[in-house]
């Protein structure tokens, strides 16, 4: 069974940095892509960075030079770096994967992130 756990957020002020992990219950390579998710309240859930099995990454125009996606093969684990926090950054961050044999869509339970002004 496919669990993904993510931790790391927290408030923090505008301009300050957190750090979320996404832990995977399989190997991550397991998945064709990973990536991280947000949802605003009342707005739709939006892409912040993905990370395929090659190692390409991608980024909303929001967060880029802000945000960096990174993983650890080793522990099974995706990272979201996040430098230079701005109060619309607040959100619920989900860590998504897709499944490379399974074709199915994994979400973890989401972390609340919020940026105050």
């Known amino acids: 069974q496919v669990r993904l756990v993510e931790s790391g957020g927290g408030l923090v002020q505008a301009g300050g940095s957190l750090r979320l992990s996404c832990a995977a219950s399989?190997?991550?390579?397991?998945?064709?892509?990973m990536g991280w998710y947000r949802q605003a309240p009342g707005k739709q859930r939006d892409m912040v960075a993905t990370?395929?099995?090659?190692?390409?990454?991608n980024y909303a125009d929001s967060v880029k030079g802000r945000f960096t996606i990174s993983r650890d093969t080793a522990t099974n684990t995706v990272y979201l770096q996040m430098n230079s926090l701005k109060p619309e950054d607040t959100a619920v961050y989900y860590c998504?994967?897709?499944?490379?044999?399974?074709?199915?869509?994994?979400w973890g339970q989401g972390t609340q992130v919020t940026v105050s002004s």
């Open positions: 998504n994967a897709f499944g490379r044999w399974s074709k199915e869509n994994y």
């Open positions: 990370v395929t099995s090659g190692g390409s990454i």
């Open positions: 399989v190997n991550i390579f397991s998945f064709s892509a």
